[in-house]
């Protein structure tokens, strides 16, 4: 492994490593888990709530070991998200057509979802089952919508998750050097899943729950993470799509992608060219996201 690397928002260099390794070595006894929650009460590793961030340390740990940097103990268990992830458990649901102007509908009912609420098996199935990207177990924080009308039939599902890692032209636009991204990521939110439902046809549908979702977002977020968020960004498949409902919703386009995977370490791999999107929450978010 290089002498430092940022893995999780945390530097980690060869001294960390040799500490994990001596931890392991010194209790072998532990499983992963409890590897990680004393290494987050060792780092004071946590939210802005004083929750240990212990799912953040496990996906450290894993990154760490695919590195060849460390060698976990075996799991005692298969991974439940693994488990989730391959078996999405089909919900009923109405799909009689909706069509109609947007004002007979409202108002709307726009419900923020926590893992409890009964209504996550139907979210879950509705993006595996119609958005073209499907849908994998979130990790990370998160926020889910469910959004229905005023009759309490389905609308839309809107899911906002961990901010990409980097992006050129996101970057350039806030102001970002390296070191002040990697510090203030978690003030970003992306928009990785905006699902319109197939049998619904409302005109102006899509940026009226865009501007209502963007509204209420912060407040939501710092009630279940305990700090604000100040930039949203999406990523628009160019082939796809033209991002209409981010432009009328006020969304600043400031680019597009190379079209590489991040994964694509020797530049011969291609994917689809993305436009980038952006859409400040405050008014001095570049003061904020610059410190």
Not at 58 to 80: H, V
Not at 170 to 197: A, K, S, Y
Not at 228 to 257: I, P
Request: proline share 5%; with cysteine.
């Amino acid at each position: 492994m290089e002498t430092k690397k940022i893995i999780q928002g945390r530097v980690i260099t060869q001294a960390t490593v040799v500490r994990i390794r001596g931890m392991l070595a010194r209790n072998p006894s532990w499983n992963r888990s409890r590897l990680s929650r004393e290494l987050c009460e060792e780092w004071n590793w946590r939210n802005d709530k004083g929750r240990l961030k212990d799912m953040a340390c496990r996906t450290l740990l894993l990154k760490l070991k695919r590195l060849g940097a460390i060698r976990l103990p075996p799991r005692q268990r298969p991974s439940p998200n693994a488990n989730r992830n391959r078996s999405i458990t089909e919900v009923p649901h109405n799909k009689s057509p909706i069509s109609s102007n947007l004002g007979m509908l409202q108002p709307l009912k726009i419900a923020h979802l926590e893992t409890a609420d009964k209504d996550m098996p139907l979210f879950k199935f509705l993006l595996h089952r119609y958005h073209y990207l499907g849908h994998r177990n979130c990790v990370g924080e998160n926020l889910k919508y469910m959004i229905r009308d005023q009759s309490g039939r389905l609308l839309a599902c809107m899911l906002f998750g961990a901010a990409a890692w980097k992006t050129k032209s996101r970057d350039t636009f806030i102001g970002w050097d390296r070191q002040t991204r990697e510090r203030n990521l978690p003030f970003l939110t992306n928009n990785t899943r905006f699902l319109i439902l197939p049998w619904v046809r409302v005109q102006n549908l899509a940026s009226h729950l865009l501007s209502q979702v963007c509204r209420d977002l912060p407040g939501h977020w710092m009630e279940k993470y305990g700090h604000s968020v100040h930039l949203l960004e999406t990523f628009v498949e160019r082939d796809r799509f033209k991002g209409t409902c981010y432009r009328a919703a006020g969304w600043t386009h400031v680019g597009a992608t190379a079209g590489r995977s991040r994964n694509d370490v020797h530049a011969t791999m291609s994917v689809p060219v993305k436009d980038v999107f952006l859409y400040p929450l405050t008014s001095d978010f570049r003061r904020r996201l610059l410190v």
